[in-house]
């Protein structure tokens, strides 16, 4: 049996449990039903194929070079990243914002070569000036979203004009039956240099992407609209409170605002976040909602606040042995190959329809 195979054998078991719906559905108090849906966010770490693209510097990510990055190794990296899709929900989230995806082969590979196929996963993905070849994608279940517009939104630094980072994706969409959600997705520029040095890149990027929210909001004031990805930065930080002007969500929100559900996370970064560095758990990942989609007097879908979550899930972690408690499971530990998942852990939100 090959690999393949022997997968699809293994996991056989996992879609028994799942219930051939819209999304997960309950009943309240008052009789009436309610679909859920879940929405998930997860930098990959690093998913390259094993073939040479002279366009961008994939060089470290081939068979023959230092990370020795094989067939047998990218497999078992689609593998490890179909497991989190399906494992933290009874339904495969509906929508996917994924961080680090090289090219539209990873993401045909990961939808089509695993069981993620009887789900009926798409992708929208434009390839980025980013010099390593790193992009950002969104996947979606077709029979529960339907884009009608989507683009990249291009970064381009007036202060450095030889930066080149990634893209903002944005996708404009239906979701349930008839609800339009504005979905942005983003992977900030890192720290690299120095969180201060590099501080200005991830400010600009936040008014950037401020000044595209203002505008949906100006076309319609009870607009939703959902922000995910890796930020660099944390909830509290310049860029997220005075660029993008986020807000910690505390039960009311006000009109046409963005409010980040991510907040919370910080009270326990001590033990656990969405990426470690030095021993310090960060919240770099998160997940960002406009105030109609926590607004109950507006009709249509709403996100649960509280259902905002990391995923610390224990096959995602292993002990830290350089520094205490413990850190991601990740693929690689500079070029030695640990066989994990990624150096980020996901997050994941629901939302409910009545």
């Not at 719906?21 to 390259?48: A, D, H, P, V």
């Not at 000036?129 to 683009?151: E, S, T």
Request: overall charge positive.
């Amino acid at each position: 049996m090959n690999l393949r195979g022997k997968f699809f054998q293994i996991n056989l078991f996992i879609f028994l449990s799942f219930v051939p719906c819209l999304g997960q559905q309950k009943k309240n108090s008052k009789n009436t039903t309610s679909t859920n849906y879940r929405i998930m966010w997860y930098n990959t770490e690093n998913f390259y194929d094993t073939f040479d693209d002279p366009l961008t510097d994939d060089n470290e990510f081939l068979p023959g070079s230092q990370h020795h990055w094989t067939m047998k190794r990218y497999k078992e990296k689609i593998e490890h990243i179909y497991k989190v899709i399906i494992s933290n929900s009874p339904q495969p989230p509906v929508l996917i914002g994924l961080a680090e995806i090289e090219n539209k082969k990873v993401l045909n590979d990961l939808i089509q070569t695993t069981p993620l196929i009887k789900f009926n996963y798409h992708f929208i993905h434009y390839d980025s000036p980013d010099p390593r070849g790193i992009d950002v994608a969104l996947l979606y279940r077709q029979d529960l979203f339907r884009p009608i517009k989507n683009f990249p939104i291009s970064v381009h630094f007036p202060f450095d004009l030889k930066r080149k980072t990634r893209d903002i994706l944005y996708v404009k969409g239906i979701i349930g039956i008839s609800d339009t959600i504005h979905v942005f997705v983003n992977h900030w520029p890192s720290r690299r240099g120095g969180e201060n040095k590099s501080a200005p890149y991830r400010m600009y990027v936040a008014r950037l992407l401020k000044s595209k929210t203002d505008s949906v909001f100006n076309s319609f004031q009870d607009s939703k609209i959902l922000i995910i990805g890796d930020f660099n930065d944390e909830p509290d930080d310049e860029s997220i409170v005075l660029g993008l002007k986020a807000l910690a969500y505390k039960g009311a929100a006000e009109k046409s605002k963005l409010y980040d559900l991510s907040f919370t996370w910080l009270k326990n970064t001590i033990s656990i976040g969405t990426s470690k560095y030095k021993g310090q758990w960060s919240v770099i990942d998160q997940i960002i909602v406009s105030s109609a989609l926590l607004d109950k007097k507006i009709k249509g879908i709403k996100c649960l606040p509280a259902s905002a979550k990391i995923d610390t899930s224990q096959y995602l972690l292993k002990d830290d042995n350089i520094y205490s408690g413990e850190i991601p499971y990740r693929t690689y530990s500079g070029y030695k190959y640990i066989g994990g998942f990624s150096d980020h852990l996901p997050i994941y939100l629901d939302f409910s329809i009545k």
